[in-house]
């Protein structure tokens, strides 16, 4: 099985930075596609930024300039780098990882809350 361990998730005020990672485990068999996604109350899970096997990476029109995501792949590890956070970016912050036809594994979600 598959397991996605997320931790970096914390209170922030408006301006500020933070890290998120993402330590993935189990039966992987070489790089897949990964990302993060979040959820703020009352509203949709989105995408916020995802990176391909080969390294490419695709972000939200909403955090493109200010968020960067990035991967370890000896340490099946992703991060996502947050800088000039807003209160808009609160919410809950999910890891994803694509086994292809396996399907998707999520992490357990890490909560960001940024202040006026």
């Known amino acids: 099985q598959v397991q996605l361990v997320e931790s970096g998730g914390d209170l922030v005020q408006a301006g500020g930075s933070l890290r998120l990672f993402c330590a993935a485990s189990?039966?992987?068999?070489?790089?897949?596609?990964m990302g993060w996604y979040r959820q703020a109350p009352g509203k949709l899970r989105e995408l916020v930024a995802l990176?391909?096997?080969?390294?490419?990476?695709n972000y939200a029109d909403s955090v493109k300039g200010r968020f960067t995501i990035s991967r370890d792949n000896a340490k099946n590890t992703v991060h996502l780098q947050m800088n000039s956070l807003k209160p808009e970016d609160t919410a809950i912050y999910y890891c994803?990882?694509?086994?292809?036809?396996?399907?998707?594994?999520w992490g357990q979600g890490t909560q960001v809350t940024v202040s006026s």
């Open positions: 990176i391909t096997s080969g390294g490419s990476t």
């Open positions: 189990g039966s992987i068999f070489g790089i897949n596609t």
């Open positions: 994803k990882l694509d086994l292809g036809w396996r399907g998707n594994y």
